[in-house]
């Protein structure tokens, strides 16, 4: 039997191996075909008998061929050969399996020359050069630990971090209180673990964070959405049947309004009350512009029913992949023990270079700094769409690195952000932030990672396109409106 192969030249091993697979698998070699002798595959290839012999043998031992005694090598009888497979094609994926959830509002690619808005894009402002320089000639100068280090995190991390809390965000904790993980979903994904199980019903805000609602129902919780106002998660609506509530009341994702303190002291009243657990995810709260935050939820707690949720990937750099939980001690014990069996650790070069960077001041003056570029970008989009405000009102310029632009009349969201992306501008329409019925319509603005002058071209694009939308509508005979 003559056997061709896609090889150069004289084959190595592994390319020879993995072209007779390819031959079985796509029945060019069939179920009990004989295959040449080890002598003159040799000769046919110009390679040594030797090589073709380990590659036989390699097979053999994978179950594609049989040696029979005496007579020779052989295509294995009981292999299962897959029809029509072609190398380089991928196969289709099985017809029950999900199909993946898009992006958080918003589309994974950026062409040039565009202005994307969308939620999707998550950039952040660098830190300086000679800071980042500084943070890692600190751990330069010491020597790794010999072990993997405490499922907690670095001692000298979690003190910072203690530290920094406490100056912060009014949160009196210890650095035993502190857990660190790798990334903010990560640290919630951890709660959800030790504390859920399947089908416990959890209250999420409506519209609120896509990830956080993906990550709840990975754990197998049953989402309750309770409705957000200009005050926060509306706490009457709660009832008594959520186990638990997860929210975010410094900058409330993706309106961007601010829990009131009546309404943190009536969640945290429900939570003592009826003896139930409240996820406090504090993404953003060091990006402030308009006067201090209010003190962190758990930081008004008395009963032990709050789980403080922290991450640096909105204020340093997503990619370092660095958040933490603030633990009742009750929690502590399940937390630890999920982190010892699952082994996830943050690396330790990076737990201590974020600890220089706290204990230097560092950290504080990155914040000031990028804090004033981002109220730049936050007045250019302001004066830009002002000509809009009629007909669109600007929500949730406090904080964070996003803006929600509120329609005041009956328009389509989705229409509108269609002829926005047509003119080169893209945005993130509110209605899939939704578990329900949307209640309000407008679009999601994030301008962290563009320029002030992307921002105000953007902006002006957006708001002509509000503004033309308006006058065809008025144009409309009223007979003929939806």
Known sequence: ?????????????HELAQQIRLAILEGRLRAGARLPSTRSLAQSLGCSRTLVTAVYEELVAEGYL???????????????????????????????????????????????????????????????????????????????????????????????????????????????DIVVTTGGVRALDLVAQAVLRPGDPVAVEEPGYPAARRTLEDRRARLVPVRVDEDGLRVADLGTGPLAAYVTPSHQYPLGVRMSVGRRAALLEWAARHDRLVVEDDYDSELRFDGPPLPALAGMDRAGRVVYVGTFSKVLAPGLRLGYVVAPRWLRERLLRLRERSGDRVPWPVQRALAAFLASGDFDRHVRRVRRQYAERRSALREALQPASRIARLGGMEAGLHAFLEFTAEVDELQLAELARRRGVRVSPLAPFYLGTPDRRGWLLAYGGLSTQQVWWGARVLAEVLLESAELHAREPVGSRP
């Open 1 to 13: 039997m003559e056997l061709s192969f896609a090889v150069q030249g004289k084959p190595r091993a």
């Open 66 to 176: 049989e040696a029979r005694r005496g007579s020779g090598t052989y295509v294995a009888a009981e292999l299962p050969v897959a029809s029509g497979i072609t190398e380089g094609v991928a196969s289709p994926p099985p017809e029950w399996l999900e199909p993946l959830r898009g992006p958080d509002g918003g589309h994974p690619g950026q062409d040039e020359g565009w202005v994307d808005f969308t939620l999707a894009r998550q950039v952040v402002e660098p830190v300086s050069q000679r800071s980042w320089a500084r943070m890692w000639r600190a751990v330069g100068r010491q020597s790794p630990p010999r072990d993997a280090g405490p499922p907690e995190g670095d001692p000298g991390l979690r003190e910072a971090l203690a530290g920094y809390l406490g100056r912060a965000r009014g949160l009196r904790c210890s650095p035993q």
